[in-house]
């Protein structure tokens, strides 16, 4: 069974930066996209940014452009997001995602695996 687990929301000052960590186990095959989304309150869930197998493609949706940074490490079997110039309406549950299929499909359609969430919250 496929294992997603993010680690690193919290509570930080507009304008500070975060790092959002996640680390997956059980992926049988080798060649995976990973990514992340978030869900604002009452919202459905929506794309932040994705990452292909190697690294060497990535996608960010353009409310995040410039200000967030998706890596991953495959000898760690994880993914990251550095989040800077945080804004409120960053504030939001962050998912870590896992798909065979490649990065910009997970940008185009909902990914096969996921993470429990971890709550980012941005305060003035």
């Known amino acids: 069974q496929v294992q997603l687990n993010e680690s690193g929301g919290e509570l930080v000052r507009n304008g500070g930066s975060l790092r959002l960590s996640c680390a997956t186990s059980n992926f049988s095959r080798r060649n995976y996209a990973m990514g992340w989304f978030r869900q604002f309150p009452g919202k459905e869930r929506e794309f932040v940014a994705s990452i292909s197998w190697e690294g060497a493609v990535t996608y960010y949706a353009d409310s995040v452009k410039g200000r967030f940074t998706i890596s991953r490490d495959n000898a760690k079997n994880s993914v990251s997001l550095q989040m800077n110039a945080l804004r409120r309406e960053d504030s939001a549950v962050y998912y870590c995602?896992?798909?065979?299929?490649?990065?910009?499909?997970?940008?185009?359609?909902?990914?096969?695996?996921w993470g429990q969430g971890t709550q980012v919250t941005v305060s003035s």
């Open positions: 995602a896992a798909d065979e299929r490649d990065a910009m499909t997970m940008a185009l359609r909902p990914p096969r695996y």
